[in-house]
């Protein structure tokens, strides 16, 4: 019954999200800015939306495979922390989508509404951020409860390297953050806030979220390491390495909407590129999660 | 000193088993066992087992293209079968 609502809900989403931006007609501002037609811009719109809905509907689609394994085996000392964990994975993809749908409402309302631009880009801000990190949330969570249950010494990547890489991103992020000018008025059009109020409340979240993805992502790849059992370790590693790449893309959006200021300097066809990028990394992520529920399920049902 | 716990044979099956499937493996072979043999994990007994093997790799080789790999399961639980691997084990 929930899986339908699920999937109902999810349907609804995409289809607004693709009527929002199939059948909306675009910006004048964007096309203005780089110079294209809107039969251009329609069509770049088309090349980009429909391959995007469809690595969502793989998302959903992986994310519920996870949750019908999980649901199988709920019975057992592993079932529930997988139920956690695949919670998680459906609420990450659910709230890209959602996230979306809102910033193209938010878009084409300010086309009418110009003076709504504050309070509709803070509402959105601080929309991203609730959903990305309770999906990202449910996944570390899940993940260091499956990992607490084999109480062995982590073999695998060494814990001070994933924390160097971690520190490594954080900086390049801050630094990100503080060289988009942040008293100009493009940073008034990013955040509507004062400093401080963005690192606090939006800086230090995400950071935090972050850590949580990484630690989930690797806490992961930890018990898929430790565990005894030769077809079962194979299955989980397809779901150990798709839920990095998904972890990871999910960080490059935020990178991406983070260096809005930076990419707004490029031309056209590299930032196309880095958001194909971002796609082929987000659609190999679910898919991997997908093929390995489904080995994992195998093993349930023969 | 306390006396060292013999494992039942369920266990030794399971122990086996764990190797290849981990955390599955007890709900794989009580499947096995309930489905194919009709009867609960619990009451099995070595004249059963060669049974139980038999369909243990029809199963397992559904969940592998590594004929070694199937090969090997199924030799250690053969050597179970004829009594070669019976082992006690203390807590």
Known sequence: MKQRLYIAVFGLLILLYLGLNLFVSPAHATLARYHISATTARVITFSVVIPTAIIYISGAYGSLMMSRYARLINKSKEGKHFETFSSGLLLLILGQVVTSDVGNIVSIILRHEPNWISILTIINNYLVIIMTGLGLNFIAVGAWRLMDQTRKRVKGINPHLVMFLFITLSSIYSYLIISQPLHTPLAKRTYYMPDWLVILTIAVPYLFIWYLGFTGAYKIYAYQKNIKGTIYRGSLAYVATGIAFVVLSSIAIRFLSTSSYQLSRLNLTPVLFIIYGFLVLLAIGYLLIAWGAYKLRRIEEV | ?91
């Open chain 2, 1 to 91: 000193m306390a006396p060292a716990r013999k494992q039942t044979l369920q266990d030794q099956i399971i122990d086996i088993s764990r190797d290849y499937l981990g955390p599955a493996s007890e709900r794989f072979i009580n499947r096995q066992v309930t489905t194919h043999l009709k009867k609960d994990l619990k009451d099995i007994t070595k004249d059963d087992l060669n049974k139980l093997i038999d369909w243990i790799r029809l199963s397992f080789a559904l969940l592998t293209n590594d004929g070694d790999l199937v090969d090997e399961y199924i030799g250690r639980l053969l050597k179970l079968a004829k009594g070669k691997s019976s082992k006690s084990y203390g807590r």
